[in-house]
């Protein structure tokens, strides 16, 4: 049997910033509005502020405003709050981002929920929740958006297919779940309370791990010619004791028996910040009430 066609997240992301782009021109130049993100990061931890600049970066590169607003890690949860609560009011703000996760002494619920919904391209804020479950015109979270337009990518038309999706997050899990379900999937939930994971997997069309376990799903849990979405992102010791990036699944297993698997890094990840530039782009035009052809697909 062949090797799994691996499906490539940095090249549909590139395209998608390229489309996006492209939007961002037209609306700036035929209507004077320029989307704005804003960007909230609390402390100095190494990998959210990676995250950050990427995402800021990215943004200027689309032709997007991009605020940062980089807070010590003792600020108090008021005075965060009182942040957010100025950049609702901005009409130069269309997107509120606070990246996760924040210090033990601030609510990240109240946060979300502080964050005006029509700002929320997180898609966090409970209005938004309650939109996906009902099939309301929220805003999407970026990861599970990400991972069901490379779906759509791969296999065009999802109805009937058996999905499994390992983890039951609020940031991807659950979101990815009701994504699936959009698609007339069959629709199963795995987690640590699952009586038997691997036999819940061998039956998926399309299995989606999203445990934050590194190399938890292996070769043999895999439905031959299953498409595989690995949202995992671990860092694990080498053995000549240097760090490397894997992800939830055992690539070098998985890629012998599936159909299709997105690798860790270059899969999943490129996705999450593509789709946060397309929904504040898609948050720009809703406040302005102007078309945005790149984002009606997924709304």
């Known amino acids: 049997m062949s090797e799994a066609k691996i499906i490539d997240g940095n090249a549909f992301a590139a395209g998608l910033r390229d489309t996006l782009a492209e939007h961002v021109r037209e609306i700036r130049d035929y209507n004077h509005v320029t989307p704005g993100l804003a960007v909230v990061l609390v402390g100095d931890d190494p990998a959210s502020q990676v995250y950050v600049r990427n995402k800021n970066r990215r943004a200027v590169e689309i032709g997007m405003e991009s605020f940062e607003h980089v807070l010590p890690s003792d600020i108090t949860e008021q005075q965060l709050l009182t942040l957010i609560e100025g950049l609702n009011d901005d009409p130069a703000v269309h997107g509120i981002l606070v990246q996760l996760p924040l210090p033990p002494h601030i609510s990240s619920t109240k946060v979300i929920?502080?964050?005006h919904p029509d700002k929320d391209v997180d898609g966090f804020h409970p209005w938004n929740v309650g939109k996906l479950a009902t099939g309301g015109k929220g805003m999407i979270p970026c990861t599970p958006l990400g991972c069901m337009m490379l779906l759509r990518d791969q296999l065009g038309e999802l109805e009937g297919l058996k999905a499994?999706?390992?983890?039951?997050?609020?940031?991807v899990g659950k979101p990815m779940a009701q994504l699936?379900?959009?698609e007339n999937c069959t629709v199963t939930i795995a987690h640590s309370r699952t009586r038997d994971v691997p036999a819940e997997c061998r039956g998926a069309d399309i299995l989606v791990a999203a445990v934050g376990r590194a190399e938890m799903v292996r070769g043999d849990w895999i439905k031959p010619g299953a498409t595989v979405i690995d949202v995992g992102m671990n860092r694990v010791t080498k053995p000549d004791?240097?760090?490397k990036l894997v992800g939830d699944v055992r690539f070098d297993e998985a890629v012998k028996v599936a159909g299709a698997i997105t690798p860790v890094p270059g899969g999943v990840g490129p996705m999450t910040i593509a789709v946060l530039l397309r929904n504040t782009l898609l948050a720009a035009c809703r406040q302005h009430r102007l078309k945005a052809p790149a984002?009606?697909?997924?709304?």
Do not use: F, K, P, Q
């Open 241 to 243: 004791g240097g760090r």
């Open 113 to 115: 929920e502080a964050i």
């Open 164 to 171: 499994v999706v390992l983890g039951r997050s609020n940031i």
């Open 180 to 182: 699936l379900l959009r």
């Open 295 to 299: 984002c009606d697909e997924w709304v």
